[in-house]
């Protein structure tokens, strides 16, 4: 049986003076799954994630039902700091997570914070650093580091407390598409070495295909689908107003998959999806 990394048990939100924004959340995200959440702009992603955390509704306050557990402890009297220890989240405003002038004490802050002694501060903030690609940038001011640097940054000093949850909403949202693939490449790095549990809310899912192990979708503050990667996408599929959220090479698999009654691998990369649809549509019965 697969133990469950964050649970959700008919949860429901709403801030103050709004509307409810999630409508009773039933969902398990699995222990050690590299798992997305995607869906339609306002479909409740961002807000899910701050209850993953904890930080809704115990920091921002408003109306609740129903419960959140992570790694078996439900986030109910729970203080933000307590559970930070076991789960680390990075927001799309990156900027405003940052509260120090240079890029170790923005990392040696959060573990102070945490009662690590000094020795082990120092020896967690130069290996961090060595983790997110910015070897001996202990003493650089932070207006000395780029957007993506500051972005890797922050998730440094997320990473150092060792989390054994690690929640990013739409963390290359400022990046281009080389610094976004990039980042991915080195988060997945990160997850294999640490053997951590994942979650990545992203609008464009295609820089993380290669590497997405489970996914949930939200529509309209609700689960829409959620399961195993290919099992989620499938679900996504039959419902037509939210196919776009798939990464393209699946809407393509599907869609071909529908048409011509035939079954496809579970692609990962272009080349891979290219070498099979020569194989059946240009030298296989269906050329």
Known sequence: MNETAIKFTNFHYGYINSDIILHNINLDVRKGSFTIISGPSGAGKT????AMAGIIPYYY???YAG???????????????DLAMRIGLMLDD????????????????????HGFAAEEVEAR???VLMDVGLPGRENYQLDELSGGQRQRLLLASVLAVHPEVLVLDEPVSAMDPDGANALYKLLYKIYKEYNMTVVVVEHNINFLLPYVTDMIVMNKGRVA????FEEAAAMTY????????????WQVKLNLEQRFGISLRAW????????ELKEKFVGGALG
Do not use: H, M, W
């Not at 419960?67 to 009297?77: A, S």
């Not at 689908?225 to 195993?228: K, L």
């Open 61 to 63: 306050g408003g109306r």
């Open 47 to 50: 807000t899910l994630c701050k």
């Open 125 to 127: 903030t130069k290996q």
């Open 225 to 228: 689908a959620q399961g195993f």
């Open 67 to 81: 419960d959140v557990e992570v790694l078996g402890v439900t986030t109910k009297g729970k203080r933000v700091s």
């Open 268 to 275: 990962r990369k272009e080349a891979e999806a290219l070498e």
């Open 94 to 113: 990156y900027e405003s997570q940052l509260v120090s002038l240079t890029a170790g004490e923005e990392i040696a802050f959060s573990l102070l914070n």
């Open 238 to 249: 039959a419902i037509p107003e939210l196919r776009r959220n798939l990464p393209e090479l």
